[in-house]
DNA sequence: CATGAATGAGGTTTCATTCAT
DNA sequence: GATGAATGAAACCTCATTCAT
């Protein structure tokens, strides 16, 4: 079984970022941590800037992908709460996404702003759906305290989910 | 007269870092940015790190000062809205505050950490001035809130004021 | 076929450093010397200080190779003579060891400090060997004016074997 | 009283080229040192080397007149053991003299050597006086022996001038 | 597919020296 | 004499990328 190569070097990729960020991680590193020689990077990718998008990529779409199976089932314990722990499992997708992203170049400045934008408008998609009034202020609500917590969880390693049902239980929306 | 050698640095940094983030920008374009030769730059400060931390806490001290003088004249115009648009006017600010700190080196994410949290204090002091419940809640919900529309203004260049003001009178802070 | 690139750098530096010394010989110098790119320089040493360390480690195991020879077979002539021709030969070999290794960094210092006692306990080994007396003196003396003629040969580029017969025949060393 | 800038310059040059070395110490430490500003520097000497070899010269003074002392008084005590442990009381004379000037540039290579020619004749001289035989060679073995117990003293820190009596006494120096 | 030796543009930093005051 | 701001040549080192095998 095992991963392929280009997998093995994604996930070397996300894990490095997340501890060093985009500019202090070499292609070296990732080849040497995914275990193969640093010439096969780019039998797999173009350059770093292309690895990275595809990074960013996939983890968006791991995202959404959450959102959009709390939206099926109408489901705000699914939407909100499910959504919130997955990403919080995962501390590097917070800091790749979340942080690394908006720093770096332009395209991957422009691809965060993009997906800032899909991701307020599944949870606009959610509010109408809960026939809540002001959906739009209340998702940039949402989202500004998600990603506060997000920040908050890397930044002190605390525990953050209670504050985060608190929040939503305050807004009754869980 | 005009400004001091040292000065002219710093506002050229500021103007750069904002630009093209932190690794991106050389010290030879921050000293041809100022006119200087790029050997003078190490006159003034001992290394391209210590000159971002100088600048990150003379920006921070700019945006506490304002922060303190709405709360000693308790005035919600001042310490909500004026500090807001002070911050809004100076994008590179927005630019090198919020988003380049928290990349780039461990010490400047501790920076942030610090001068967040400060922030967030300095918002639950005025909360509780103004009598107000759950100003725990509220002061993180605020500076959530407050970022979004930072990084809103800078992604998509748009004007934010008004979606401001109307969060603050929804929650009856103006 | 040829050298290992390695090996051109190492045949380049000992060239250089023991033409313009540590200091003033730099990394480009020795590259282009070994006709290499000054990239490859790094692909094979951490650092020029690490370079400079291997250099005289690998001169160091020469010279006591060959004193370790002539131990073996009992011969003055191949102890005192051949060992002593054979650095004189390699100039580069005595500027480097005798003279640079001792300005420059601690760490050069230490490491000379190490192998002069180490070359020292060669001697004394060797004239215990010969029944002399007065080993521990007698060791020091021979390291000294062998030392003063090594000086001698660099500075002033005479023919100095003559004189080491000479006072080897004095002490009934030969 | 006091020193003359100059001579608060030399001082401070002498102790932190014996503590560093030559290319490791800057100009501005050693006007630090002295306590001036380091554009005075270029009051007083041409440059860097020019400043290091009137350094050198001074230092070379100093030992000569000692041993020329001892010759007038016709005194082995004088000759041998004081001048010895005069310039043993200086470990910065002998680190900037017999290591530091060796190394660096052609200049002060050429210094060293023709210093070295006049303290070898000085020992001749006064072994001449004393009557011996073989002045020629053991002038350069004292020389050897004297620079071996120099290296030892900076590189261990031991103390030295027993041996050094014992060495004079071996040969009837004493 | 995979390798790893080689490249070289470009970055940060140092420091002897100059010069207007 | 003394100052110290400014200079810029030149050093060391990094690392994304290429390419022959």
Not at 27 to 48: D, L, M, Q
Not at 79 to 104: D, G, N, P, T
Not at 125 to 152: P, V
Request: glycine share 6%; proline share 1%; charged share 35%.
């Amino acid at each position: 079984m095992g991963q392929s190569t280009r997998e093995k070097l994604l996930e070397a990729g996300k894990k490095l970022f997340a501890e060093k960020g985009y500019h202090r991680t070499t292609i070296e590193e990732i080849t040497k941590e995914a275990g193969v020689s640093h010439g096969t990077f780019y039998v797999y990718f173009k350059s770093k800037k292309e690895f990275f998008l595809v990074l960013l990529k996939e983890i968006r779409g791991l995202i959404l992908n959450s959102l959009n199976a709390g939206i099926k089932e109408k489901s705000p314990q699914r939407f909100f709460l499910e959504s919130f722990e997955k990403v919080l499992k995962e501390k590097e997708v917070i800091r790749i996404f979340f942080f690394e992203a908006m720093c770096s170049d332009k395209e991957f400045i422009d691809f965060y702003c993009e997906s800032r934008q899909l991701f307020i408008e599944k949870i606009e998609e959610f509010l109408k759906l809960l026939g809540k009034q002001d959906y739009r202020l209340y998702a940039r609500i949402i989202h500004g305290y998600a990603k506060y917590l997000f920040e908050e969880a890397i930044l002190t390693n605390r525990e953050v989910t209670e504050e985060w049902e608190n929040f939503l239980k305050h807004f009754s929306l869980l």
